[in-house]
């Protein structure tokens, strides 16, 4: 069975403290790594799709990395703005969305 | 280009009861599916429409169930309700070719509706 596993549950940084979050998946043919941002009331946003190890993408402040058994989102001098629930996501047969990671970035 | 849109945002319902959520998806997109998002949860896959059938199934009960329609809107349905089906429900919409194989493309998601069993 595909899994999908989200580490720290929740993280509290300073603004401009960069961290990175981690997804560790477990899945039978792999066809893509996602990671959306959610925020509270809302439907998750797509930020990144990764396809094979070694793969990196950016996007502003964020960077996604993709290894064969973890993907890494790097958050570089976060701010305030950049609190959110990140949601990691494998799709080999379908969509398993980890637990998320919920970020709060103090001014 | 609109979004996908979901209607009703909140809705209360008694144990037993059933309930239909709506979902229009994106324009351009012609496949949906239906994720349950429980508090503090990831979403969870409970099913894909892809040309007005369900090509996809998660791990749930078969009192929850699905049409897609011809101009790609949704419903979800679920029959008896329990008080474990309070959650959030989201509808994403994609672009999908129907091939097997095929690369999974991007998730655009609606608001969700917000289902509280009493």
Redesign the interface.
Known sequence: EDQ?T?SPEALRLQEGESSSLNCSYTVSGL??L?W?RQDP??????LF?L?SAGEEKEKERLKATLTKKESFLHITAPKPEDSATY?C?S?G????????TRLSVLP | ETGVTQSPTHLIKTRGQQVTLRCSSQSGHNTVSWYQQALGQGPQFIFQYYREEENGRGNFPPRFSGLQFPNYSSELNVNALELDDSALYLCASSLESGRAYSGANVLTFGAGSRLTVL
């Not at chain 1, 009331?41 to 797509?46: A, H, I, Q, S, T």
């Not at chain 1, 047969?93 to 998320?100: K, L």
Request: hydrophobic share 30%; glycine share 20%.
């Open positions: 999908v989200q066809r893509g996602f959306y009331g809302k439907g998750p946003e797509f799709t396809y949601l996501a799709y047969q379908n969509f398993v969305f980890g637990p998320g």
